[in-house]
């Protein structure tokens, strides 16, 4: 799961063992995407949800956020929208025809 922080205008994360960064300013486009997750244990069942945030710069680079809830998603969406007000938001059909 992503253990991401929004500062100094970048979105910063881990991957692997190194950590990268992301201009907010660079972002064109982000919205979130749930997972409803169901698992069988042997003393009961598991019901979650895994949350996403998807984000794509001008260059049409698609980058993943995953996250242990939807809560953490929105939360991570609110603080780039609040970066970068001109960021469409949202997974529509006019965002979709103009960024994919």
Same mark, same amino acid.
């Given at each position: 799961?992503?253990k991401v922080?929004v500062e100094d205008?970048?979105?910063r994360?881990?991957k692997?063992?190194?950590?990268?960064?992301? =201009?907010?300013?660079?972002?064109v486009?982000?919205y979130l995407?749930?997972e409803?997750?169901s698992a069988?244990m042997?003393c009961?069942?598991?019901?979650?949800e895994?949350?996403?945030?998807i984000v794509r710069d001008?260059?049409?680079k698609?980058?993943?956020?995953?996250?242990?809830?939807m809560?953490?998603a929105?939360?991570?969406?609110?603080?780039?929208?609040?970066?970068n =007000?001109?960021?469409?938001?949202?997974y529509?059909?006019?965002?979709?025809k103009r960024?994919?």
């Open positions: 799961m992503a922080t205008g970048k979105i994360y881990r692997f063992l190194s950590v990268c960064e992301l =201009p907010v300013a660079d972002l486009w982000a995407q749930q409803d997750v069988k042997c009961g069942s598991y019901h979650g895994i949350g996403r945030v001008r260059n049409g698609k980058q993943i956020f995953q996250f242990e809830s809560q953490e929105r939360e991570l969406l609110e603080k780039l929208q609040g970066e =007000p001109e960021l469409a938001i949202g529509t059909e006019a965002n979709r960024f994919e």
